[in-house]
């Protein structure tokens, strides 16, 4: 087959970008293909452009790759605090939500981010901020589905014109 120009690049570069920050196991394989083009002679900023990520990334990369070979490139969880509650801790707290406040002893008849800071406090034992229980209620609570809406055509009914 020829070479050819008049494949459209915006869908691939976004697919390959999409399965890459979201596979472990694509983002290993992006890793790869930076540093294997950069080992081939091409710079990282023609990398970058081909693979729709920054040239500071790619030399990151290429570093890693250099002190601690393939291994270095897999891709690992980011960084950031850790979970404050357990991934059974949040089904609970799931379940937890689904119940009016009544049925867990509070007077209030609809769950806010206080009497979700007073709830997390009382069953787990752990003092989080208004914020984050605003937060959390926004993650953890079931939400209604968005109102479809019906369009109606402009100008007169077909038939009528």
């Given at each position: 087959?020829?070479?050819?120009?008049?494949?459209?690049?915006?869908?691939?570069?976004?697919?390959?970008?999409?399965?890459?920050?979201?596979?472990?196991?694509?983002?290993?394989?992006?890793?790869?293909?930076?540093?294997?083009?950069?080992?081939?002679?091409?710079?990282?900023?023609?990398?970058?452009?081909?693979l729709d990520c920054s040239p500071r990334s790619i030399e990151r990369w290429v570093c890693a790759y250099r002190c601690g070979g393939c291994e270095a490139l897999r891709v690992?969880?980011?960084?950031?605090?850790?979970?404050?509650?357990?991934?059974?801790?949040?089904?609970?707290?799931?379940?937890?939500?689904?119940?009016?406040?009544?049925?867990?002893?509070?007077?209030?008849?609809?769950?806010?981010?206080?009497?979700?800071?007073?709830?997390?406090?009382?069953?787990?034992?752990?003092?989080?901020?208004?914020?984050?229980?605003?937060?959390?209620?926004?993650?953890?609570?079931?939400?209604?589905?968005?109102?479809?809406?019906?369009?109606?055509?402009?100008?007169?009914?077909?038939?009528?014109?």
């Open positions: 087959m020829r070479a050819t120009t008049d494949l459209p690049l915006l869908p691939l570069r976004l697919a390959l970008r999409s399965a890459a920050r979201h596979d472990a196991q694509a983002g290993y394989q992006h890793h790869l293909l930076a540093v294997l083009l950069v080992a081939q002679g091409h710079s990282c900023q023609q990398v970058g452009e081909w690992t969880r980011g960084g950031g605090r850790p979970a404050s509650l357990t991934p059974p801790q949040w089904e609970q707290l799931r379940a937890d939500l689904a119940l009016p406040p009544p049925t867990h002893g509070f007077a209030q008849p609809s769950w806010c981010g206080k009497l979700l800071s007073a709830h997390v406090s009382r069953r787990y034992g752990l003092d989080l901020s208004l914020r984050q229980c605003q937060r959390m209620l926004g993650q953890l609570r079931p939400r209604p589905e968005p109102a479809r809406q019906e369009f109606r055509r402009c100008g007169p009914a077909p038939g009528h014109g």
